[in-house]
């Protein structure tokens, strides 16, 4: 069992950053790729972005391609999410979550573990 704790999560203004982080409670990350998803108000949960389990490969989606990054650091056991040039329309509750699948997808039954969820609230 992987429980995942995110954090970072802020209300910040449009144009800002933020950086959420991913941490897995009791366990060593390594062996799992994580992404990111996110859940807005009203809304269906949608895929982010994910990494692969050794970082050697990253997906995004096409709504935060070149403003959202995504990284890990097995040595201190945390993925981070960097978020630039925030829109109201990121506002939303973000979530990691964790697979020991191979061939990662967007799918939400795809991924085995998941975080509690961090806010994210961008002003205009």
């Known amino acids: 069992q992987v429980q995942l704790v995110e954090s970072g999560g802020d209300s910040v203004q449009a144009g800002g950053s933020l950086r959420l982080s991913c941490a897995p409670s009791?366990?060593?990350?390594?062996?799992?790729?994580v992404g990111w998803f996110r859940q807005a108000a009203g809304k269906d949960r949608e895929f982010v972005a994910w990494?692969?389990?050794?970082?050697?490969?990253?997906s995004f989606a096409d709504s935060v391609r070149g403003r959202f990054t995504i990284s890990r650091d097995n040595f201190e056991n945390t993925v981070y999410l960097q978020m630039n040039s925030l829109r109201p329309e990121d506002t939303a509750v973000y979530y990691c979550?964790?697979?020991?699948?191979?061939?990662?997808?967007?799918?939400?039954?795809?991924?085995?573990?998941w975080g509690q969820g961090t806010q994210v609230t961008v002003s205009s």
């Open positions: 979550a964790a697979t020991s699948r191979v061939f990662l997808s967007t799918h939400l039954s795809d991924w085995t573990y």
């Open positions: 009791g366990r060593t990350f390594s062996a799992y790729a």
């Open positions: 990494i692969t389990g050794r970082g050697g490969s990253t």
